[in-house]
């Protein structure tokens, strides 16, 4: 039985990788970058670093800095009045709270979580740690382990949640059980030659799930 989940942020708990795209699109155009949508969506879920590479090439840390500065502009102006949360969110969060500890990692920077969900949902996660407080970003394992440490539990007493081939890394390399929720930017297909342990639709039949795996065990 399961004592602690912990979550990915974009494409689990908030439906925001098209903003990301866009601002990441419009940012490069601005610099007079080429850099095609195509390339941003199979990339979104890397590090930082490894985005500069993969996106541009061979650029400077400055040039990457004010790119990185702009999308973060166009981000914050896009997402104005929008409800990003996925529908099931707020009550399956709730109702897990009730019954496990939760957690929370992400490669995105604290402020972008900060912004865009809810206060009252946020105080659900016991513990949380985002891109700008790591020094090895998924899919290094180490922001999983840190995270088990700091919750107090051995990996096997709790499973991730992401919807990215790089969480599957993350938790296989930690040695964690993974739901693979089919709302991010990667396919089921994909999904599963990853590597995942399940793969749910939405977080709707990942509480689905959960409930059946902590039935108690039937009397022989």
Avoid at 51 to 60: A, N, P, Q, T, V
Avoid at 99 to 121: A, C, D, M, W
Avoid at 142 to 164: A, F, H, N, W
Wanted: aromatic share 12%; net charge negative; with cysteine.
């Amino acid at each position: 039985m399961f004592k602690a989940i912990i979550f990915d942020f974009n494409g689990v708990l908030v439906d925001d990788l098209r903003i990301h795209e866009d601002a990441y699109f419009r940012a490069a155009k601005d610099r007079g970058l080429s850099l095609a949508r195509e390339t941003i969506r199979k990339y979104i879920s890397t590090t930082s670093n490894q985005k500069r590479k993969l996106y541009f090439g061979e650029i400077s840390g400055e040039t990457w800095n004010q790119i990185f500065q702009l999308k973060t502009q166009y981000y914050f102006d896009l997402i104005q009045g929008e409800n990003l949360l996925f529908p099931e969110v707020g009550d399956v969060l709730s109702y897990l709270a009730q019954q496990y500890r939760l957690g929370l990692i992400s490669n995105t920077p604290r402020k972008y979580f900060e912004s865009v969900f809810p206060h009252s949902l946020a105080i659900l996660f016991q513990e949380t740690i985002f891109g700008d407080e790591m020094l090895s970003p998924k899919p290094s394992p180490e922001p999983l382990l840190e995270m088990v440490k700091r919750m107090g539990i051995t990996p096997d007493q709790c499973c991730y949640v992401g919807d990215s081939v790089s969480d599957i890394q993350m938790a296989k390399r930690a040695g964690i059980k993974i739901f693979s929720v089919a709302t991010g930017g990667n396919s089921k297909k994909e999904l599963r030659e990853a590597g995942s342990d399940w793969i749910v639709k939405n977080l709707g039949e990942l509480k689905e799930r959960l409930d059946f795996f902590d039935l108690p065990e039937p009397f022989c």
